[in-house]
């Protein structure tokens, strides 16, 4: 039986569990409440068929040999950690975590054009990472976002930064465009995970770890519309409370003529899915789309004349990282 597409999932919890998860976390610190994790990533393993199927999918593209059991729970456990992890950044409880960048100097080039600058992410990690690093920066971080099918845990966890309100835009709304465009005419940046949005965003399949994908065309249309430079992020959990965000150069501008703007956006969708392709390979555990991405929706196929056109960017040298050690508050 063929599931939904992810947009029209509800995100599972009990609002009463979840609750409690998070008092005791934030009432008896980051060790403690790590605890919980084993027995919340044991029961998803265990209950969540779709999820191990989807785990399973996955981790057969990315690695050098066919997935085990333990991997699909390593897999759904680096997920459980990112997403516990999440309170406590929402919560300014940030004590021992280190995030680590590299690139960063891509991102100052981008915002020194005084366009703003829009940041093309995917479910690869944590998007929290980035905002946690956006608060130690002058430049403010907004997030366009998909939440209708918010649960349990995203609202009450949310809860715990009362201003994030004000840095997510909701995609769909009547005004989401303008919020965009007024940000970037601030030099704000604009964070989007590219990799997946709404059903009604139109969608195009280019390959992807060995097979055709669809993903959405809205990013590079918007990025296009607005004229804005585009940086590719990646913030990667390496281990406990242990992050690194990656930035590259992506387009100081991208540009969808006209005349042949099919077979363009097929090329640029390409350079994203290729770079995405590598940070999968290269953490391929940091991977949270627990569905079939393969085959989750139908697909409109990219032009055979450009879909496999590789127009790859550059490996980002991991020679220099800097590093924001946040101290506890």
């Known amino acids: 039986m063929s599931q939904p597409p992810w947009s029209e999932r509800r995100e599972r919890g009990n609002v009463r569990l979840v609750r409690l998860m998070i008092r005791l976390s934030l009432r008896f610190g980051w060790g403690a409440g790590q605890l919980l994790i084993y027995p919340t990533a044991l029961y998803f393993f265990l209950f969540s068929r779709h999820a191990r199927a989807a785990s399973r999918g996955f981790l057969a593209r990315v690695l050098s040999r066919s997935p085990n059991a333990a991997d699909v ?154 004229g804005a430079p585009v940086v590719l992020f990646f913030g990667i959990r390496t281990g406990p409370r242990r992050y690194t965000i990656y930035f590259e150069h992506f387009a100081d501008r991208v540009a969808l003529d006209q005349g042949d703007r099919a077979a363009q956006t097929a090329i640029w969708l390409q350079r994203y899915t290729n770079r995405l392709e590598h940070y999968c390979r290269c953490y391929p555990f940091n991977w949270f789309n627990f569905y079939d991405f393969w085959d989750d929706r139908p697909q409109s196929s990219a032009p055979q004349s450009t879909a496999h056109r590789r127009a790859p960017l550059p490996v980002p040298a991991r020679g220099r990282r800097n590093r924001l050690s946040i101290a506890d508050r």
Do not use: W
């Open 73 to 226: 729970l390593r897999h759904i456990f680096s997920y459980s950690c990112v997403l516990f992890d999440r309170i406590f950044l929402l919560a300014d409880r940030r004590g021992g975590f280190v995030i680590d960048e590299t690139g960063l100097a891509e991102l100052t080039r981008a915002l020194t054009q005084s366009r703003g600058c829009l940041l093309f992410g995917a479910h690869l990690g944590s998007f929290e990472a980035l905002r946690c690093m956006g608060r130690q920066s002058p430049v403010p971080v907004k997030v366009l976002m998909y939440r209708g099918n918010s649960g349990p845990y995203t609202n009450l966890v949310e809860a715990l930064d009362p201003s994030l309100c004000h840095d997510i835009i909701d995609i769909g709304e009547p005004d989401s465009m303008l919020r965009v465009r007024e940000s970037l005419q601030r030099g704000e940046m604009v964070g989007i995970l590219a990799d997946r949005a709404p059903g009604s965003d139109k969608m195009l399949a280019v390959p992807f770890l060995g097979a055709p994908a669809a993903f959405p065309t809205g990013p590079l249309r918007l990025a296009a519309a607005l």
